[in-house]
C-alpha cells in the first residue's frame, strides 16, 4: 500500500491496542522489526491485580482487545484482596505465555484492516500537509495521516547482566537504534529510565512440594465474562527469600550495575530488583516471591518479586537459596534494561505530542510500567491518531472517569520522575470506579468514540436494568418481616442467604448477582462517595490567591512546600502538582471553607 490512516510503530502491548483501535476506523499499518514477537510477555504471564485489573475491564468496555486475548490463554484466575471492600478488589488472570503471543498474531495478522510492515522506524518526516513520513532503515517511506509510536523498552536500549552491558530492547532483541533522534530533535526532552525482569526456572528442577501453592479460584473469572476453559488448570506458588540470600547480595552489591554507578537510569520504586529490596528494607528477614508457570506444561517458572541485574553466575547461587530450589536451573537469565523516554508532560491529554501534531505516544515510551498501563495508552493513542488522520472531532477521557482517566492526568500534568505504575490509591474515588462497574461507566463512551457498537451497548442497558429488578425485589419483598434489603446489608449475609429465607429474585447472571451485592451492601458508602465528588466538582473553580500554604496546617510536608513553589490560581491547579495527594486537596478545601473561599477571578 503507498498509505494509510495510521502507522502503529512497535507491537508490544501498546502497539496492539494502538492498532486495534485505529483499524476500527480505516486501514491501519503496524510497523515491527519481527511479526513474531507481536504480543510477547517479556515479563510475567499475567495480566491484571490491584489497579491493574481496573484498567483492563475499563479497556473491555471501550473495546479494547487486552481482556479477551487474557481471557482465551487463562490458566488461573483469582480475585486478589477479596475479603476487603469492592474498591479494591482485582482480577489477576495467569496466562499461557506463548499462547497469548499467538491468540494476539492471530487476530492482528488475521485483521482484513492492518497490514503488518517489517522494519525498523529511523526516522519521522512531516509532509507539509498534516501527515507524516515514517522513514525505515532500508530507506522505504511509508505514509500515514497520523503516527504512533509504541516503541517500549526499545529507544536506544540497552540490557545489563552484572556489569556485561549490549544493546538490546529486551532479551535477544536489537533496540530501536535511532527514533529518538528526530523526537529530540522536536523538542522532546528524553529521560533514561531502567526497569527489569526475574530469572525464568527450569519447572523439572524446583521441588514443587516445599512450596505453598495457591489454587485458583473455584469459579473462573474473566474480563469478557467468559474465560477459557483451562482457567482453573494450573496453580501457582509461593516461596520466600533468606538469610543467606540476603548474605549473597550484600556480600556481592559491587557486581551490581546499578549499585556500581554503572546505570544512572530511573527504576521503578513499586518493583523493585531483589538487591534494591535487600538493601532499602534491611530489617525485613525474608521478602516474598511467587512461582507462576509460563502454561499448563511449560518447562519454565516465573519467579515473581526476584528481578536483578547481578550476572548470571551469582543468580545461579542466589536463586538456590530459595527453598524448593536448592537444584534450580535456570533456563533464562534476569537482566535489566536501559532505555529512553519522553517526558509525558509534553503530550495533550489524547497522548499527541505537543511538538509534532498527528505523531502520538504510548506505553513504556512514556515512562510507564507494565502491560496494563501500556494497553490503556494504546487504546487511547490509535482511537485519537485514527480520529485526527479522519478529521473527526477530538474527544477526551477526565480524571473522573476511572482509572484510565487517571492515569491519563496524572501522565501529563503530573509527569513521572520513575516509571509510573497504577495503583488503586492513585484513584481518589475508587468505590465509584470499580472494576465491576466498568461496563456500566464506559460503554456509552466507547459508542461514542467509535470504538464500541449499538448492539453491545443495548446488551449492557439490559444488564443493568436485570440489577435495578433485583435490587427492587430485594427492597420490596419481605423476609420474617423485614425487607431483602436489610438482611442482605447485615455483614455475614450473602445473597444466597437472604434466598435460603424464602425471597425469590428474578434471574441473574452471575455477575448481576455480585452488582446486586455491592449495590446493596455499600449504599451509604456509595452516596457519601458521590456526594463529595459532586462537592469537589463544584469546588473547582474556588480561588487559592492569597492562601498561604504554610498556614494550611493538616497539608503535608511536601504539598506545602511543592504548592508555595507553583502557585495554583485555583483547587484544580492545585491538584495538578506532582506530588499533591487527595488528602492535601482535602485539607485545602477544609481550609477555604474555614475562611471564606473566593470565587475565581477571571
Known amino acids: 500500500m503507498s498509505g494509510w490512516n495510521v502507522i502503529v510503530i512497535g507491537g508490544g502491548h501498546a502497539g496492539l491496542e494502538a492498532a486495534w483501535a485505529a483499524a476500527k476506523f480505516a486501514r ?4 515491527v522489526g519481527n511479526p513474531a514477537t507481536i504480543g510477547r510477555m517479556p515479563c510475567n504471564p499475567a495480566v491484571g491485580g490491584p489497579g491493574k485489573s481496573q484498567l483492563v475491564f475499563e479497556l473491555q468496555a471501550l473495546g479494547g482487545l487486552m481482556g479477551r486475548l487474557a481471557d482465551d490463554t487463562a490458566i488461573h484466575t483469582r480475585v486478589l484482596n477479596a475479603s476487603k471492600g469492592p474498591a479494591v478488589q482485582s482480577l489477576r488472570v495467569q496466562n499461557e505465555r506463548d499462547a497469548y503471543a499467538e491468540r494476539a498474531q492471530d487476530v492482528i495478522l488475521g485483521h482484513a484492516n492492518i497490514d503488518v510492515v517489517r522494519g525498523e522506524a529511523a526516522d519521522l518526516e512531516a509532509d507539509g500537509q498534516g501527515g507524516w513520513w515514517v522513514i525505515t532503515t532500508d530507506g522505504r517511506r511509508l505514509h500515514a495521516r497520523s503516527v504512533v509510536v509504541a516503541a517500549g523498552t526499545f529507544l536506544r536500549g540497552v540490557t545489563w547482566y552484572g556489569r556485561h552491558a549490549r544493546p538490546e530492547g529486551r532479551q535477544g532483541e536489537p533496540p530501536a537504534r535511532f527514533l529518538s533522534e528526530p523526537l529530540a530533535r522536536s523538542g522532546h526532552v528524553l529521560k533514561r529510565y531502567k526497569t527489569g525482569t526475574p530469572p525464568r526456572v527450569r519447572a523439572d528442577s524446583v521441588r514443587f512440594q ?7 479460584d473455584p469459579q473462573s473469572r474473566g474480563f469478557t465474562g467468559r474465560p477459557g476453559p483451562r482457567a482453573t488448570q494450573s496453580p501457582t506458588w509461593q516461596t520466600h527469600t533468606t538469610p543467606e540470600t540476603h548474605r549473597l547480595i550484600h556480600e556481592n552489591l559491587h557486581a551490581s550495575p546499578m549499585y556500581a554507578g ?8 513499586y518493583c523493585p530488583s531483589i538487591e534494591d529490596k535487600v538493601v532499602r528494607f534491611a530489617h525485613h528477614d525474608r521478602h516474598l516471591l511467587f512461582v507462576e508457570p509460563d502454561g499448563v506444561q511449560t518447562s519454565e517458572v516465573y519467579l515473581q518479586g526476584f528481578s536483578s541485574s547481578l550476572p548470571p553466575a551469582l543468580q545461579d547461587q542466589l536463586v538456590r537459596t530459595l527453598p524448593g530450589f536448592e537444584a534450580a536451573v535456570i533456563q533464562r537469565y534476569a537482566y535489566a534494561v536501559e532505555y529512553d523516554v519522553v517526558d509525558s508532560t509534553e503530550l495533550t491529554l489524547n497522548l499527541e505530542s505537543r511538538f509534532l501534531p498527528g505523531v502520538f505516544t504510548a506505553g513504556q515510551i512514556n515512562g510507564t510500567s507494565g502491560y496494563e498501563e501500556a494497553a490503556a495508552q494504546g487504546l487511547v493513542a490509535g482511537t485519537a491518531a485514527a480520529r485526527r488522520a479522519q478529521g473527526l472531532p477530538e474527544l477526551q477521557i477526565s480524571r473522573e472517569t476511572g482509572y484510565l482517566g487517571v492515569l491519563l492526568d496524572d501522565l501529563v500534568f503530573k509527569g513521572s520522575d520513575e516509571p509510573y505504575r497504577m495503583m488503586t490509591s492513585r484513584v481518589e474515588h475508587r468505590l465509584l470506579v470499580r472494576q465491576d462497574n466498568a461496563d456500566e461507566r464506559l ?9 464500541v457498537d449499538e ?11 436485570r440489577v435495578a429488578e433485583g435490587i427492587s425485589t430485594l427492597q420490596t419483598q419481605r423476609v420474617q418481616g423485614q425487607p431483602g434489603d436489610a438482611w442482605l446489608r447485615r455483614p455475614e449475609f450473602t445473597l444466597e442467604d437472604v434466598e435460603a429465607l424464602g425471597l425469590t429474585l428474578p434471574p441473574l447472571t452471575t455477575e448481576e448477582r455480585e452488582a446486586v451485592t455491592i449495590r446493596v451492601k ?5 452516596e457519601r462517595a458521590e456526594r463529595q465528588l459532586a462537592a469537589e466538582e463544584r469546588a473547582r473553580e474556588l480561588s487559592l490567591e492569597g492562601v498561604d500554604f504554610h498556614e494550611v496546617g493538616a497539608l503535608s510536608n511536601e504539598a506545602r512546600e511543592k504548592l508555595s513553589r507553583a502557585k495554583p490560581r485555583t483547587v484544580e491547579q492545585a491538584a495538578r502538582v506532582p506530588g499533591v495527594r487527595h488528602a492535601d486537596i482535602s485539607a485545602l478545601l477544609v481550609h477555604l471553607r474555614r475562611h471564606g473561599p473566593r470565587p475565581r477571578r477571571l
Open 443 to 451: 460503554t456509552d463512551l466507547g459508542v461514542r468514540l467509535g470504538l
Open 455 to 465: 448492539a453491545t451497548r443495548r446488551a449492557v442497558q439490559a444488564k443493568y436494568a
Open 210 to 216: 516445599d512450596l505453598l501453592e495457591i489454587p485458583a
Open 262 to 269: 554503572d546505570i544512572a537510569a530511573l527504576g521503578p520504586r
Open 522 to 526: 455499600y449504599a451509604g458508602y456509595i
Open 28 to 31: 491501519t499499518a503496524l510497523l
